[in-house]
C-alpha cells in the first residue's frame, strides 16, 4: 500500500523559511505527479507545487517566487518555503496524483505536517 509521511513543520514568524520533507513509496512518471497540498482551517486541501519524474515543476500563483519543489531518487520530495506569510498557516499534505487531475490521488492522506506563520 502506498503511504506518505511528511515531516518538517513548525512554528515560525512572516519572512522566515521552513523545509518539508515527503517520503514515500511511489515511483512517479507515466502521467503521475508528485504535489505538494495543504489545507488551511475552514478551507479546502489545495495543491501547492508540483514535480514530475523529468523535474519539470509547476507552483500555483499563491507560492510562486516563495517555495521550491525538489525530489530525488529516494523517493524523497521536498518543499523550501522561503517568504513565508501568514496566510501560508495550513497543514501540508504530500500525494502522487494521475495528472492532470490533482484530486485524483494515489494514496490515503497522511497525517500531514503543520506550518505556522505567526507574529
Known amino acids: 500500500q502506498v503511504q506518505f509521511v511528511e515531516s518538517g513543520g513548525g512554528l515560525v514568524q512572516p519572512g522566515e523559511s521552513l523545509s518539508l520533507s515527503c517520503v514515500g513509496s511511489v515511483r512517479i512518471g507515466n502521467g503521475i505527479f508528485m504535489g505538494w497540498y495543504r489545507q488551511a482551517p475552514g478551507k479546502q486541501r489545495q495543491l501547492v507545487a508540483s514535480?514530475?519524474?523529468?523535474?519539470?515543476t509547476n507552483y500555483a500563483a499563491f507560492v510562486k517566487g516563495r517555495f521550491t519543489i525538489s525530489g530525488d531518487a529516494a523517493n524523497t520530495w521536498k518543499l523550501q518555503m522561503n517568504s513565508l506569510e501568514p496566510e501560508d498557516t495550513a497543514i501540508y499534505y504530500c500525494n502522487a496524483y494521475k495528472s492532470p487531475f490533482t484530486d485524483l490521488v494515489v494514496a490515503s492522506w497522511g497525517q500531514g505536517t503543520q506550518v505556522t506563520v505567526s507574529s
Open positions: 514535480i514530475t519524474s523529468d523535474g519539470g
